[in-house]
């Protein structure tokens, strides 16, 4: 049979289209399909973002034990995104097959992904810590949030959100400290939005402090403190940029507050 032009080009089309999106049909559903030819994996920057160096530690790790799996995997990776939310976006676009993120970040999106779990000896264990920055405008405030985050309702406020508790024996907040006036700046994690916008309306309704959180990757906020940008405390997803600011003066400690767990997210088609 002999097909007319214009349905000959809708053919074409038709086959191209299918090309185009042939990825779609490599969706992983085990991790070690992230090695299949033809998956496209998205993490995020691993300069900036702590996500990103954990997931690449991971594939060191199945490099030490599987050399072939590891190098398919790695050759999978497509982008390099500026923070976990910009993965989880590009999972449920359909514009790549599957992402590393955060267990926390992957049941916020319900069942519209699917959850690929990383071989327990493969995955490192996502620490966040909370550091008081030197220079503070309200350096007694700054501690006083440090204290609830650390309380017992502050722990409780994390792990309803995903994340496992990093306080062995929390205690009921007591807000007795002096707090002198104003209110308090907050740089954080992308993935702690949530739990912070809670944790600071909470705050508030405990001690009248007004705070005004801004996330972004955990390296860009580092950055901006760096730069000399006005803030009170940073909330980082990895101790490394906590030592970083410590190093260079820019805070004197930190509390490990929360953990998290790293998985592979792919969407539901």
Request: proline residues 6%; glycine residues 10%; hydrophobic residues 40%.
């Amino acid at each position: 049979m002999v097909l007319k032009p214009v349905y000959a080009l809708s053919l074409i089309l038709l086959v191209t289209a299918g090309c185009l999106e042939g990825h779609t049909s490599s969706q992983p559903r085990s991790f070690s399909d992230l090695g299949d030819a033809g998956v496209r994996i998205a993490v995020c920057d691993p300069g900036h973002c702590p996500a990103g160096r954990y997931a690449y530690a991971v594939l060191t790790n199945i490099e030490s034990m599987d050399p072939d799996l590891g190098v398919r995997i790695r050759q999978n990776i497509a982008t390099n995104d500026p923070d976990v939310r910009a993965v989880l976006d590009k999972v449920l676009t359909g514009e790549v097959d599957a992402g590393f993120v955060y267990i926390t970040d992957a049941e916020l999106e319900g069942d519209r992904v699917s959850v690929i779990e990383i071989p327990t000896e493969l995955a490192p264990l996502p620490q966040y810590g909370i550091a008081a920055v030197k220079g503070s405008s309200n350096p007694d405030a700054a501690a006083l949030f440090i204290d609830f985050v650390l309380s017992e309702e502050g722990q409780s406020i994390l792990v309803k959100h995903g994340f496992l508790p990093a306080v062995e024996d929390p205690q009921p907040f007591t807000p007795e400290r002096s707090h002198g006036g104003g209110g308090l700046t907050i740089y954080a994690a992308a993935s702690l939005t949530d739990v912070f916008r809670e944790m600071a309306e909470r705050f508030e309704e405990e001690t009248g402090i007004k705070s005004d959180v801004s996330f972004g990757s955990s390296g860009i906020m580092r950055q901006k403190i760096e730069a000399g940008a006005p803030a009170d405390l940073y909330a980082s997803a990895s101790i490394k940029h906590i030592d970083t600011l410590i190093t260079e003066g820019f805070a004197d400690g930190y509390e490990v507050f929360a953990r998290n767990r790293l998985v592979v997210v792919t969407g539901r088609r």
